[in-house]
């Protein structure tokens, strides 16, 4: 595609023949690693609040949520985090010239989920009530260095009721997929499960 690079090239036409796209090296790994630092550095110091659960009852329930969240601006002045939105915009671009998707914000928070949590099966777009459709893009980039296969943390993107793939959260790796078609669900793991979520949002 004109103007792409390879990468970006790729995620599109993944995205517009599957739905969904997986992305290994996203961003440099020294990018990764700053990002890593972050995290942890916010969740010993106890700036990380509970993440919530409904559209309308916020309630944070660890057995379906267990993950503790930061969300993050792009007025950061944090190298690391600027790099991150950089390229994410360089991807919204991509999404709106190449698949017309018309999204125009980037909500996105820091997760680090301890050993052991959950987070049950979901859309990340709501089915009823205001502003239902305002997420339109979902993104997952991980931030875990020298993740072990044996340490579980997969993400579960089901395909059908049926099928399912199983992404390990490998640092690096960015995960996208339609907020509205694929239900998902985050599985236990074995060590602290750091990751980097996203949701390309209309204006609506």
């Known amino acids: 595609m004109q103007n792409l690079s390879p990468q970006l090239a790729t995620i599109i036409d993944d995205l517009s023949e599957n739905g969904y796209a997986i992305c290994d090296a996203f961003l440099s790994a020294e990018t990764i690693t700053a990002l890593a630092d972050k995290a942890t550095k916010l969740y010993l110091a106890g700036a990380m609040t509970a993440a919530k659960t409904g559209q309308h009852t916020k309630l944070s329930n660890a057995n379906i949520r267990g993950d503790s969240i930061f969300w993050l601006s792009e007025t950061s002045e944090k190298t690391s985090v600027q790099a991150y939105f950089s390229k994410m915009h360089l991807l919204r671009n991509a999404l709106n010239l190449h698949l017309f998707m018309n999204v125009q914000e980037l909500e996105t928070h820091l997760a680090v989920y301890p050993i052991g949590s959950v987070y049950e099966k979901h859309l990340d777009q709501f089915s009823q009530g205001e502003g239902v459709q305002a ?45 509205h078609d694929f239900w ?3 599985m236990a793991a074995k060590a602290d499960r750091i990751s980097l979520a996203g949701w390309f949002r209309t204006s609506i």
């Open 135 to 179: 997420r339109q893009l979902s993104s997952i980039l991980y931030l875990n260095q020298d993740w072990q296969a044996d340490d579980g943390g997969a993400l579960r993107l089901r395909l059908t009721e049926r099928d399912f793939i199983d992404i390990a959260p490998t640092a690096g790796k960015l995960v996208l997929f339609l907020s």
């Open 184 to 186: 998902h669900e985050v």
